[in-house]
């Protein structure tokens, strides 16, 4: 089973639309959680990190359950912008070590 | 902000080569990452560093090796380029573990090997 996993889409969906993203993760003992969003031929870049009690920018909105080690990325009112890859990321079995899953596709279209 | 300062955006090299990858972090971290990313299969690590003079096997270092002689550079080593090592590399660091500290990313190497 690998460490952090996602579905790879591609997602595509029209503009305005609201798009959701699971990720499951499956050390028990971690501890960071993050998005990342990464754009074609770009190096990752941090959106938001995930807090335990859930958390929001904008019209993104981050959730965590602990119980079922899986993580979501909500996307509200999507723009053509937010097409990008979309990096779920835990902390591994060393703390200073984050893990990486492959990325979900999203295409918003007009 | 952080700044992650690859030394090359595009390099392009002969197979048997030896060939020097190097990155500079502005932010006292102690922790530093090489990875590479191809299609479909994702970052996988190649190695990581906590300290000065320390290193760690990652996922993949076979055919890499790494030095990290000061705290703000991690250089990453292929010995002998081969052309299965054609790939995008990327370089991060981080600060110490514990708390939500995330990764910040260098712009990336497009390496070829011929």
């Known amino acids: 089973r690998k460490e952090v996993e996602q579905d790879p889409g591609p997602f595509n969906v029209p503009e305005g639309a609201t798009v959701a993203f699971n990720c499951t993760y499956s050390?028990?003992?971690?501890?960071?959680f993050f998005w990342y969003r990464q754009d074609c031929r770009k190096e990752p870049k941090l959106l938001m990190s995930v807090y335990s009690s859930g958390n929001e920018d904008g019209r993104f909105t981050a959730q965590l359950n602990r119980a079922s080690q899986y993580i979501s990325l909500l996307i509200r009112d999507s723009k053509l912008s937010d097409s990008a890859t979309y990096l779920c990321?835990?902390?591994?079995?060393?703390?200073?070590?984050?893990?990486f899953g492959a990325g979900t596709i999203l295409r918003v279209k007009s | 902000d952080v700044k992650v300062t690859q030394s090359s955006r595009y390099l392009v090299k002969r197979t048997g080569e030896k060939v020097f990858l190097e990155c500079v972090q502005d932010m006292d971290h102690e922790n530093m990452f090489w990875y590479r990313q191809d299609p479909g299969l994702g970052l996988r690590l190649i190695y990581f560093?906590?300290?000065?003079?320390?290193?760690e096997k990652g996922d993949i270092p076979e055919g890499y090796s790494v030095s990290r002689e000061k705290k703000e550079r991690f250089s990453l080593i292929l010995e002998s380029a081969s052309t299965n090592q054609t790939s995008m590399y990327l370089c991060?660091?981080?600060?110490?573990?514990?708390?939500?500290?995330?990764?910040?990313f260098g712009d990336g190497t497009r390496l070829s090997i011929l």
């Open positions: 990321v835990v902390n591994g079995p060393y703390g200073n070590k984050l893990v």
């Open positions: 050390n028990s003992a971690s501890q960071s």
């Open positions: 560093s906590y300290d000065v003079k320390m290193k």
């Open positions: 991060a660091s981080r600060p110490p573990s514990g708390g939500d500290q995330p990764q910040h």
